[in-house]
């Protein structure tokens, strides 16, 4: 996804959700602070979707925003990406103090992107190979201290099962981005 089509999504979204806040997770909340990933040779090309969470929710509104702009719509169909409109139940997989680091989006007004490191922190638990793909990515280009994901994870409150996982993740992500700077001839740090 590119800042273009992640601004395309937010104004559909305030077509619906005229007021209010608009918080951005997930890969593409990584445009604000480095829209050049999104472009050739950036880690978020592969990304299709942006993970929306309007405040205050409501449900009908969410309802219609996911037929409108959601996967497997007509728009996505016709544009190639999408949107996910989330539950305010994933805010428990960020980190503490994420609110108070949020990005704005330059052009929106209450529209808050997730800072990176607290991004990549619930992209850990998560776990996917594909977010740790990305997560590689961005730290061998130097858009990410993991020492700083780390730091991010130990102060979330995780079930023993869930801290095993994430740092399983962020060890997979270490090791993947000392690969990718191998790859693409960066010296390491």
Not at 5 to 10: P, T, Y
Not at 108 to 122: K, N, Q, S
Not at 151 to 160: A, G, K, N, T
Not at 161 to 186: G, P, Q, Y
């Amino acid at each position: 996804m590119d800042l273009g089509s992640l601004k395309h999504l937010l104004e559909l979204v305030r077509v619906v959700h005229r007021t209010g806040d608009i918080i951005v997770f997930g890969s593409s909340s990584m445009l604000a602070t480095y829209p050049e990933e999104g472009e050739e040779d950036g880690v978020l090309l592969a990304t299709y979707d942006a993970d929306f969470i309007p405040e205050p929710f409501d449900e009908r509104a969410a309802h219609t925003l996911q037929e409108m702009i959601g996967k497997q719509q007509a728009f996505h169909d016709q544009f190639g990406y999408f949107a996910d409109i989330v539950r305010p139940l994933a805010f428990e997989n960020f980190p503490p103090g994420w609110r108070e680091r949020t990005v704005s989006l330059a052009g929106f007004t209450g529209v808050h992107c997730l800072e990176p490191h607290d991004m990549a922190a619930a992209k850990c638990i998560a776990g996917r190979p594909k977010d740790i793909e990305q997560l590689g990515g961005l730290a061998a280009k130097g858009k990410l201290n993991l020492d700083l994901v780390h730091d991010r994870l130990w102060s979330m409150e995780l079930i023993e099962k869930m801290i095993v996982k994430s740092h399983d993740a962020l060890k997979k992500t270490r090791l993947r981005a000392v690969e990718l700077r191998r790859e693409w001839n960066i010296p390491e740090p």
